[in-house]
Every structure is written in structure tokens, then in C-alpha cells.
Nanobody
Framework: QAQLVESGGGLVQAGGSLRLSCAAS????????MGWFRQAPEKEREFVSA????????NYADSVKGRFTISRDNTKNTVYLQMNSLKLEDTAVYYC?????????????????WGQGAQVTVSS
């Protein structure tokens, strides 16, 4: 059973920055695509960003393009989400995700592992 552990959430003012981290077990990390999803109160969980096993391919939701950056350090089994220019609507619980397959994220395939979630709250 793989384990994903998020950290780095918190409270930040609009316009500020936060960096989320997700530490994964080595068995998952070396060959899986990794991603971030978020769920705001009374809303469905939505895709935020994903990165291929090598880090060479990234995907972003339109709502975060140009503001968020996903990256991974395979030597540390960790994936990051740098969030800049945060907006009130970015407030949500952010979940780390791991997807098995060819190492590239696909919206047509299920997520195999989820983290426990990290709260991000953006205030005015």
C-alpha cells in the first residue's frame, strides 16, 4: 500500500504564496504520474495539476495556469506545488494523487492513491 503525505498548507492573504509538498513511498514515486487536486466546500474535487514520472511533462487547469507550478524531486520522492498570486477562490483542501500507468497523467484513468489532504485558506 502506497502512502502519500502532504504538508505546507495554511492561511495566506490574497496575492501571497504557498508551497505544498507531497512525500511518497519509493515504490509509487519512481514510475507513477503525480498530481494535485482540490476540493472547495460544497464543490466537487477538481484537477489542479499533474506531472509525468520524469518531470518532463506537466498539465495545469486553466484556473491556475501562470500562477501555480508543479515539480518533483525523484531523489527525495517528493512532488511540489508552488502556488503564487493566490486568490480567494483557491481556498480548498488540496490532495496529492498518484496514477499508475505509463508514467504520464491521463484524465481517462483513475487515481490509484490519494493523500490525506492539506487545507489552503486564502483570506482577503
Amino acid at each position: 500500500q502506497a502512502q502519500l503525505v502532504e504538508s505546507g498548507g495554511g492561511l495566506v492573504q490574497a496575492g501571497g504564496s504557498l508551497r505544498l509538498s507531497c512525500a511518497a513511498s519509493a515504490r509509487v514515486f519512481t514510475s507513477y504520474a503525480m498530481g494535485w487536486f482540490r476540493q472547495a466546500p460544497e464543490k466537487e474535487r477538481e484537477f489542479v495539476s499533474a506531472i509525468s514520472w520524469s518531470g518532463g511533462t506537466t498539465n495545469y487547469a486553466d484556473s491556475v495556469k501562470g500562477r501555480f507550478t508543479i515539480s518533483r524531486d525523484n531523489t527525495k520522492n517528493t512532488v511540489y506545488l508552488q502556488m503564487n498570486s493566490l486568490k480567494l477562490e483557491d481556498t480548498a483542501v488540496y490532495y496529492c494523487a498518484a496514477q499508475m500507468g505509463n508514467g504520464y497523467y491521463s484524465s481517462n484513468k483513475p487515481i490509484d492513491y490519494w493523500g490525506q489532504g492539506a487545507q489552503v485558506t486564502v483570506s482577503s
